[in-house]
């Protein structure tokens, strides 16, 4: 009887000890199709690894001036691992990237533009790119940390620079005006620039000894401001983007302070019919508005840019928007004006956009961005000046409105005020 159960235990324990293989054989297996799917790939003899937590990057832009802004690596709900850059409540996530050895190649979003860099000792060196500019690669760096995006002063000046001010860019001999909304917490600073082709998305940054800095960065676009505050209550500033963009700015006060009425901007002649509009999409189909799909159906066009941070925040609200409206007898074709000529490479543009945003509306492509292309493509829209610029079509095909640029979720209740201008237009378009 013991030989018996001293047989059947031993045949349990050899059982138990294959089951112990097997399972540790699956695990390895799992981890290194986690670590494929994540972009990593380890070479013997060498040292990789993406350390998770939370880095202060920078990019060297225009004059050698450092334009700081935060990169987080983390896990994602899935279990995947994923960046994210973080301006002021702004996350965009970037789940794509690639690991191999210590080098990392991360695609910014929804964006032609990349960061190469080298993995070394919770350090990132390398080059944020644009791919499709000659020579655009601006030295990029990063330390694993939780450092402040502005190095804050022992002693920031004391002044509340919350609330509207009433600004102008000057560049040259030209002038630009803005608003400026921003909002103090201690020696933190976020807020905006509205325009009238749109905003600067979401900034932040820090008290100074003599005002404030604050930047952005969402792949595409690298922005910094600095700013003095001046006898009077006044600011002087400047500003810095990319590898070639400079203004100076002076700004007030001023609770009252307004632009000039984005319906009013841009406007249709009777230069040609409406109706006989005509695209081509991603797949190389002619999409018209005499089509059936759009007969008897109001019809929004939106001009846009996979390029134009405001267009990608219009899209995203649209898609969200059509997806839950579009049974109300509206359409929406999306014109995408990209950064060069060539049919193929604004198709496969078009098509990262729509899979990016999940839309459900035609995007076809309009040709190079420019005026030139904008006019070619639609010979009745007047004085455009701006991505994105948003046409109302009636069943009729009137022209019943034209909105210029977009006030997206960085602007806070103006974001709110043109969701409400949007339903109400709609809302008269269907009847």
Known sequence: MNAFFFGKSKMIGMIKHKIDKLRDIAVLFFLTVFLMNCGGEKKEGSETSLPLGNWRASIEINGGNELPFYLISRQSPK?????????????????????????????????????????????????????????????????????SRFEIPEEPIEFNFSGRWQVQFFRDARSYPAIGEFEQNGDILTGSFLTNSGDYRFLEGSLTQKGFQVSTFDGEHAYLFNAKLEEGDTLSGEYWSGKT??????????????????????????????????????????????DEAYQNKAVIIQILGSWCANCMDETAFLSDWYRENNHRNVEIIGVAFERKADFDYGASRIKIMKDRYDVGYEIVFGGKQGSESVEKALPMLENFSSYPTTIFINKDREVVKVHTGFSGPGTGKHYQEFIREFNQTVDDLVG
């Open 79 to 147: 279990g995947d691992i994923e960046f994210v850059i973080k301006n002021g409540s702004e996350d965009i996530v970037l789940d794509k990237f690639n690991v191999k050895n210590d080098s990392l190649v991360l695609p910014m979003h929804i964006f032609d533009t990349k960061i190469v860099a080298k993995i070394s000792n919770k350090e990132l060196h390398g080059y944020w790119i644009k791919n499709y500019a000659d020579d655009y690669k601006l030295p990029f760096q990063a330390k694993l940390t939780d450092a």
């Open 245 to 290: 963009g400079y203004l100076t700015w002076k700004a007030f006060k001023n609770e009252n302070a307004t632009l000039a009425d984005p319906y009013d901007l841009a406007s249709v002649t009777d230069e040609g019919n409406v109706a006989d509009l005509s695209f081509v999409n991603e797949y190389g189909d002619t999409i018209s508005l005499s």
